[in-house]
């Protein structure tokens, strides 16, 4: 499931018209249905996040942790891994598809806070992330500060912009927002320059970093990641209980491995914040010195492990 050796430039070209023309609709497109219909699992999943949810815009394939661990709860809940049925999402449709019945589950970088509880049944986190910021190598912004009376674009319906309207008063300066319905958009709009930064989560931006850009060396807000499902139904409990059960026999942290993912676990994040670090933890790739953002990107883009 690698990424065919498609380069970041390539990715961002081609996968910007494919997500343009399947998400900013709203509809939903069945990438994978070994089972078209009858008791299947059917899961929303990105389309445009490499390493997490990447429909390969060579081979058409859909590709990623998330598909992964899509595939490994309807082996667990169903019975069989093709019991399966993906269907791509956007942050404005993930939701929107489980409240009408289209979905049985989400599993698209879905954060997980109390507001979204409220209206979601949501796992155990399978995955922890810190919000990032991108910039292009020559706007001269080289931290958080470089950004005061700048224009970030950010994901529509995302936490990104609360969080970075937080850290940007902890520090005194002043953001503006641009909201965009899909990543490659905002990508698109970092390119042209009608706005100044793309922020997200760290392991989403480095799937859309390349050679002119350059990721801030700035961690701040984790970010949990849960299989969202309807308030109060019995697949709530199959899906948590599935991801407990992944997390202690291992698959969890092999599939993270095959991706080239962090490690970090809730543990990880509770020690480092006890011990008033900003750290992700002993599994954040950034804590191996002989590792970079720009160097995980490389290795999805040549299809070594597909890194995000």
Not at 172 to 191: C, D, H, Q, R, S
Request: aromatic fraction near 6%.
């Amino acid at each position: 499931m690698a990424l065919n050796n498609i380069t970041r430039r390539q990715f961002v070209r081609l996968s910007g018209g494919v997500t343009a023309a399947l998400l900013v609709g709203g509809a939903g497109l069945s990438l994978v249905g070994c089972a078209p219909s009858g008791d299947v699992l059917r899961v929303g999943t990105k389309i445009d996040v490499p390493g997490f949810g990447f429909q390969n815009p060579e081979t058409g394939s859909v590709e990623g942790l998330e598909v992964d661990v899509a595939r490994e709860l309807a082996a667990r809940i169903k019975g069989d891994p093709n019991a399966l049925e993906l269907v791509g999402v956007n942050v404005t449709t993930r939701g929107a598809m489980i409240d009408n019945g289209t979905l049985d589950a989400a599993l698209a970088t879905f954060t997980i806070n109390e507001q979204r509880k409220r209206t979601y049944d949501f796992s155990r986190p399978y995955y922890i992330d810190h919000i990032g910021v991108l910039v292009k190598k020559d706007s001269g912004i080289t931290d958080l500060a470089g950004l005061n009376g700048k224009t970030v674009g950010v994901a529509l319906s995302a936490t990104t912009k609360d969080k970075l309207r937080e850290a940007a008063a902890e520090i005194g300066i002043t953001l503006n927002f641009a909201e965009y319905a899909t990543y490659p958009e905002i990508k698109i709009a970092l390119v042209a320059g009608r706005v100044d930064a793309f922020s997200v989560d760290s392991s989403i931006l480095v799937g859309y970093q390349d050679d002119t850009t350059y990721l801030l060396p700035t961690q701040f807000a984790p970010q949990e990641y849960g299989v969202a499902t309807k308030k109060g139904s019995e697949l709530s409990a199959q899906v948590d209980d599935a991801i407990a059960a992944m997390e202690a026999d291992g698959t969890l942290t092999a599939l993270k491995e095959r991706w080239g993912l962090s490690l970090v676990t809730e543990a990880d994040v509770e020690a480092e914040e006890a011990a008033g670090d900003t750290g992700l933890g002993a599994g954040d790739p950034a804590d191996d010195p002989d590792s970079s953002a720009a160097e995980t990107a490389d290795r999805t883009a040549g299809g070594e492990g597909g890194a995000s």
